[in-house]
């Protein structure tokens, strides 16, 4: 297969064994996070916000909100995926570079302003489910950049978000979605498990 997402797709698999002590570069952690930031998100409110965690302190601390994980504190870094809540409230400063490259124009932010703030200003459960989707969606998509880069990745939702948000200063307006994983695979991993066959999953109408 010739086409690097492709390839991306057809050869990730969840890693659970890392290689400790294989730090990655600032470089490489920040190009993570900059490819994870072009995943979608609703009316591109970018939603999300991410906390490498790196240091071995900061991740004997996470292992232990993680249910003491040994892939948290052995892959290079463990990335914090948090949603954000009252998304809304920050969208026109979301938009501006996109009206600045005119992109957009200002009357559509404004109007997407007046909808968005409509639907989510006293709507908690769909702030909810958009922390959530955005956030998900920004996992997905480190995870492949990941795996372009020749890393490994495991997405970890085993873990305690009350003990996550004291740990790490999360805010009322945040909420730790994912632990990303990532760093270099040592042997004793599964290959990618098989999927479930497409006529269980696909309807076609």
């Not at 064994?17 to 490819?35: K, M, Y």
């Not at 760093?183 to 006529?199: I, M, V």
């Given at each position: 297969?010739?086409?690097?997402?492709?390839?991306?797709?057809?050869?990730?698999?969840?890693?659970?064994?890392?290689?400790?002590?294989?730090?990655?570069?600032?470089?490489?952690?920040?190009?993570?996070?900059?490819?994870?930031?072009?995943?979608p998100s609703a009316y591109?409110?970018?939603?999300?916000?991410?906390?490498?965690?790196?240091?071995?302190?900061?991740?004997?601390?996470?292992?232990?909100?993680?249910?003491?994980?040994?892939?948290?504190?052995?892959?290079?870094?463990?990335?914090?995926?948090?949603?954000?809540?009252?998304?809304?409230?920050?969208?026109?400063?979301?938009?501006?570079?996109?009206?600045?490259?005119?992109?957009?124009?200002?009357?559509?932010?404004?109007?997407?302003?007046?909808?968005?703030?409509?639907?989510?200003?006293?709507?908690?459960?769909?702030?909810?489910?958009?922390?959530?989707?955005?956030?998900?969606?920004?996992?997905?998509?480190?995870?492949?950049?990941?795996?372009?880069?020749?890393?490994?990745?495991?997405?970890?939702?085993?873990?305690?978000?009350?003990?996550?948000?004291?740990?790490?200063?999360?805010?009322?307006?945040?909420l730790p979605v994912m632990?990303?994983?990532?760093?270099?695979?040592?042997?004793?991993?599964?290959?990618?498990?098989?999927?479930?066959?497409?006529?269980?999953?696909?309807s076609v109408v």
């Open positions: 297969m010739t086409n690097p997402i492709q390839n991306a797709v057809e050869s990730r698999a969840s890693i659970n064994h890392f290689q400790p002590n294989r730090p990655l570069g600032d470089d490489v952690i920040a190009s993570l996070v900059s490819h994870a930031t072009k995943a591109n409110m970018q939603n999300w916000r991410f906390i490498a965690v790196q240091s071995e302190a900061a991740k004997e601390r996470l292992k232990g909100a993680a249910f003491e994980q040994q892939k948290v504190v052995d892959a290079s870094v463990a990335f914090i995926v948090c949603g954000k809540l009252a998304a809304h409230t920050q969208l026109a400063a979301a938009l501006k570079p996109s009206v600045d490259a005119n992109i957009m124009e200002q009357q559509m932010v404004d109007g997407w302003g007046a909808q968005v703030n409509a639907s989510h200003s006293s709507d908690s459960v769909l702030q909810r489910d958009e922390a959530v989707r955005s956030a998900s969606l920004a996992s997905m998509t480190l995870m492949l950049a990941a795996q372009a880069m020749g890393l490994g990745s495991c997405a970890m939702s085993g873990f305690d978000a009350t003990k996550v948000t004291l740990e790490f200063g999360i805010s009322a307006n945040e632990i990303v994983a990532v760093g270099h695979p040592s042997a004793g991993n599964w290959p990618q498990k098989p999927r479930k066959a497409l006529s269980e999953v696909l």
